[in-house]
């Protein structure tokens, strides 16, 4: 479809249901060039009118900031905001109605997550909430010469139902992008997909970090020119991106590869500008870092414009490294940090020793690197076997599988054997996971 023409049908589809993503989307591109102090002051008056709202029409936050002495009146200084107590997952899966405003705007659409955290949550958010979020991608991919409309290629996951399919297939000609599915990664369905991107250009890639590496090395295996697809740039999101795979990309690609993040329950909370800076859109969201240990912290989130069903101070369970000074592209807008990863990833071995969720990272990067390894997973089964699952790519060997036996066996002090495998199961959306047990993929 012509990017115009999919610009115009997508602002107007979202006007006519009631998402004034054009006019935010104006509001953020005037207000990344305010200095930080008026940046804040917005910010801190959006936080007093959303505790306002929260305590006067939403039963659970009334009842629990009264229990512990506060109120709306309670919040004189931005400090005072730490005092209000944490949202968890449980509570929004437990009292979704109590969580639910008396005084919610009429309409909106439910957010639900994959539950590739292992507990999938599902939150009603209004329109100017659903605005916020769209607006803010679009700002991020301006900042990369990207804009509403362009054609892209998605790599996201693909529901197995003919309904769900046929839903999906209408969603992707609405956005005028190509899917490449997580689910379905076999060679001749990337050198469809390359062929297809030739045909018909795309100006950049969008999705999964895992699942644009999955095509990338395809394109590799088959001695394909992945910058002949002219891509502007590759977006990433919902997964970690690591170093290696950042790098493999824009090798492959020849373009940048530009990181963001966001949950569905709050959108978007971090976009990577063109310096290199994760900035924090605080017009929309508040970030809270709650000391983790070991330099790291533990992110807090508040949706700023959610009147339906407010998320305030609520621990969506990822650890943040974070960022400090200002960002060579001299946008105010604060930085979030480097995302290292899941709080709740801590590994708990079979001999009950607990390392970090990174770990399986950092005893793979060198293999993952060279490409010899195309994707890997541990798997831990009942009794205390583990195994490790790897895709292989050029260079592998029955040598290699040895060699990376002994090496994961003594990183992890006890026994694990490699199992070679063509492809690995996903769930939810598609999303992958570096350790999982057994019975979580169904064995």
């Known amino acids: 479809m012509n990017a115009a023409l999919a610009r115009r049908l997508y602002l107007g589809a979202q006007r006519w249901r009631g998402e004034p993503v054009a006019a935010v989307l104006r509001e953020l591109e005037e207000s990344q060039r305010w200095p930080l102090e008026r940046l804040r002051a917005l910010q801190w008056e959006r936080q007093r009118a959303l505790a306002r709202h929260a305590f006067e029409s939403v039963p659970l936050y009334r009842e629990r900031w009264s229990a512990l002495g506060l109120s709306p009146a309670s919040l004189r200084e931005p400090a005072d905001w730490a005092r209000l107590p944490v949202l968890e997952k449980r509570d929004v899966q437990e009292q979704a109605g109590a969580l639910t405003s008396t005084r919610a705007p009429r309409g909106g659409v439910k957010a639900t997550t994959s539950g590739s955290s292992g507990t999938p949550v599902a939150v009603r958010r209004g329109h100017l909430s659903w605005a916020h979020a769209h607006a803010n991608v679009f700002r991020g991919w301006r900042w990369h010469g990207l804009d509403i409309g362009d054609p892209y290629a998605y790599f996201w996951g693909l529901a197995l139902d003919e309904a769900g399919r046929r839903q999906a297939r209408l969603r992707d000609l609405f956005f005028n992008r190509r899917r490449f599915s997580a689910f379905e990664t076999d060679p001749a369905r990337a050198r469809d997909f390359y062929d297809e991107l030739r045909r018909r250009p795309a100006r950049f890639g969008f999705g999964y970090p895992s699942a644009v590496m999955q095509f990338t090395e395809q394109v590799l295996a088959q001695g394909l020119d992945g910058r002949a697809l002219s891509w502007r740039a590759i977006v990433t999101t919902a997964e970690v991106l690591r170093p290696h795979q950042r790098e493999r990309l824009g090798e492959t690609f020849g373009c940048r590869v530009v990181d963001s993040y966001g949950c569905a329950e709050v959108g978007v909370t971090g976009f990577e500008c063109e310096a290199g800076g994760m900035h924090v859109p605080v017009e929309s969201v508040v970030v809270d870092l709650e000391p983790a240990g070991d330099g790291l912290c533990e992110v807090l989130l508040t949706d700023l414009h959610n009147l339906v069903q407010p998320v305030i101070r609520y621990r969506i369970g990822d650890l943040v490294k974070p960022a400090a000074g ?8 604060p930085l979030l940090g480097a995302l290292q990863g ?28 060279s490409g010899k390894v195309r994707e890997y997973q541990f798997v831990e089964f009942p009794g205390g076997r583990l195994e490790l699952r790897v895709t292989a790519g050029p260079g592998w060997s029955e040598a290699v599988a040895r060699e990376i036996e002994a090496e994961v066996s003594r990183g992890l002090g006890l026994p694990v054997a490699v199992r070679e495998m063509p492809r690995f199961e996903r769930r939810g959306r598609g999303k992958h996971r570096d350790w999982v047990r057994a019975a979580e993929i169904g064995e």
Not at 326 to 333: I, T, V, Y
Not at 342 to 369: N, Q
Request: glycine share 12%.
């Open 326 to 333: 200002a960002c060579p592209c001299g946008r105010a807008l």
């Open 342 to 369: 899941r709080a709740g990833e801590a590994i708990t071995l079979p001999d009950g020793r607990r390392v970090s969720g990174l770990l399986p990272y950092y005893i793979f990067r060198h293999h993952a690197k």
